[in-house]
């Protein structure tokens, strides 16, 4: 509330803006959003009604993610109780916390269910509406971009991303007028440094080796080099690989919710795995995705609730410890993993025209 105050009292330079937390690192929809917050709930004194805003965005987000499990037919029923109620941590980023990270990935979710449902035009647009709220949505973006040259080639994805790009111009509007450069060096500043005490999973590293640039090009490289495996192995191999890829981007329009929202999922996973940092409110962004993912390995199902329950555990465990980081991270790597050795849900174009042929 703080942040966004000066919005109000007319300071439109992203440099003189921020509170006591620190200075304003978020897009201009974090600001949008949080101003009708300001203006609901009296500038941010009737906190019990700001806990009802978000405890409704709560609901809606599990709507979104149950529906995205309904048209994957992947994850069995008995597992949504554990979505709703097995995670403290969860529930208390939503209602005590009030994190903008929740609003990020509600509109996430949204636009997952518009791409499902083939409605690329806005779904893009609501995904770039969570991209600007935070920025972390754009671990998607790999995946995204895979799926939009699958589905309408190079042409028709440069639509598709000048379409994002207007929207986080628009959005800007105000605030690149005024300094462009300290709008866009604050709002999507990438080298950012995260303070080790609040690390969830690189607490058995010494701080110095913690803050190291070394440390973080590394990430950057196992980070760029996963996506490019499951690329590469993964996620084009059903097309004969990336290059006959683009030639069958236009015979593509059979995929289906698996097609769209795996590739998705796991970019956002590989993400997480490689993270310089993970804060405890970034749980949020991959929790309703990890039932999915597990269902998408080959695990015996009491394997994926003992990691779903380790996992969990590593959450709640604060401060981190060393254990605690070492078992998040191993979690990690067994997912990893048994997505590497999954069963692939995306069917080559081709291969869908044979089989129909052979039905007709």
Known sequence: MQEVEGVINGTYDYTKLGGDTGPLVYPAGFVYIFLVLYYATSA????????????????????????????????????????????????SIYVLRLFNDTVAMFFLYLAVNLFVCHRWTLGCIIYSVAVSVKMNVLLFSPALLMLLLLRFGIVGTVKHLSTCASVQVALGFPFLCTNP???????????????????????????????????????????????????????????????????????SGFLSANDLIL????????????????????YVWYYHTLPYLLWCTRLPVVFRLLLLGVIELTWNQYPSTVLSSAALHICHAVLLIGLWHGTSVIVSPVVLESARRKVR
Request: net charge positive; charged share 15%; hydrophobic share 50%.
């Open 44 to 91: 941010g004194s009737n906190i019990r009604l700001a806990q009802y805003i978000f405890a409704g965005l709560y609901l809606f987000t599990i709507l979104l993610i149950f529906n995205l499990y309904r048209k994957t037919l992947k994850v069995p029923p008995f597992v949504f109780f554990f979505v709703c109620c097995s995670s403290y941590r969860i529930h």
């Open 181 to 251: 450069v300290g709008y866009v060096g604050r709002s999507f500043e990438l080298g950012r440094q995260f303070l080790f005490k609040w690390t969830v999973n690189w607490r058995f590293l010494s701080e110095e080796f913690f803050l190291s640039r070394r440390f973080h090009l590394l990430l950057l490289l196992l980070h760029l080099s996963a996506l490019l495996l499951f690329f590469w192995r993964r996620w084009s191999r059903p097309f004969g690989g990336p290059f006959r890829l683009l030639q069958h981007s236009r015979a």
């Open 263 to 282: 590739p998705l999922f796991t970019a956002n996973f590989i993400g997480m795995c490689f993270s310089r940092s993970l804060h405890y409110q970034f």
